[in-house]
């Protein structure tokens, strides 16, 4: 799977839109990118993932850029519940990868009031 | 719908002592997993399962065991506990089928103390 690159840190106000970007430049061309987050320690909850479209969910907004080297996760709207640990995985969908995931380092978002 | 069920919480051992710890899922997910996370770091597979009955190894096997009896229950067991394994263990599962597949859905995690 290829390596994911992510800012360590990153603040937001609340009710703001937060942008966490994600650098995956050696991305195969069946590889999707996946975001994950952790709660406070909590077990990593699932948010969104996609392979070269961009995809919205209730949760948040996936960014592709065309050439797929990078990602942009969106959480439109920022609440203090937001603030969380977030990875950016890549991962095969051709049933090789036996849904191994990879966790990096994460960014940890903290939502400010 | 509990989802994913891992017992117990929270757990103290002393070096060189056995413990095993359950995951329970009822989603019928064919694929399960067991990750430890230290701190600061991101999860690390320990062992997986594609189906009842099979089990591979994962990134850090060492030290531990599993066992997939029954499709929903995944074990990992601890045969004799070392301080290294002070962790928070995770267990997850997860519907894969060539091309297709559901998100992973992750316990609450089991933390593990070794003194």
């Known amino acids: 799977d290829a390596k994911t690159t992510q800012p360590p840190s990153m603040d937001c106000a609340e009710g703001r839109a937060a942008n966490l970007p994600c650098n995956h430049s050696t991305i195969s061309g069946n590889e999707y990118v996946y975001w994950y987050r952790q709660i406070h320690s909590q077990g990593p909850q699932y948010i969104i993932h996609g392979l070269k479209n961009n995809e919205t969910n209730e949760m948040a907004s996936l960014i592709i850029t065309e050439d797929r080297k990078s990602s942009t996760l969106i959480l439109p709207h920022a609440t203090l519940r937001d603030t969380a640990v977030y990875y950016c995985?890549?991962?095969?969908?051709?049933?090789?990868?036996?849904?191994?995931?990879?966790f990096g380092q994460g960014t940890i978002l903290t939502v400010h009031p | 719908n509990a989802g994913v069920t891992q017992t117990p919480k929270f757990r103290v051992l002393k070096t060189g002592q056995s413990m095993t710890l359950l995951c329970a899922q009822d989603m019928n997910h064919e694929y399960m997993y067991w990750y430890r996370q230290d701190p600061g770091m991101g999860l690390r597979l320990i062992h997986y399962s594609v189906g009842e009955g099979t089990t591979a190894k994962g990134e850090v096997p060492d030290g531990y065991n599993v066992s997939r009896l029954k499709k929903q229950n995944f074990l990992l067991g601890l045969e004799s506990a070392a301080p290294s394994q002070t962790s928070v263990y995770f267990c997850?599962?997860?519907?894969?089928?060539?091309?297709?597949?559901?998100?992973?859905?992750f316990g609450q995690g089991t933390r593990l103390t070794v003194v």
């Open positions: 997850a599962s997860s519907y894969e089928a060539g091309g297709a597949s559901t998100e992973a859905f």
């Open positions: 995985i890549v991962r095969v969908l051709d049933g090789t990868s036996y849904g191994k995931l990879t």
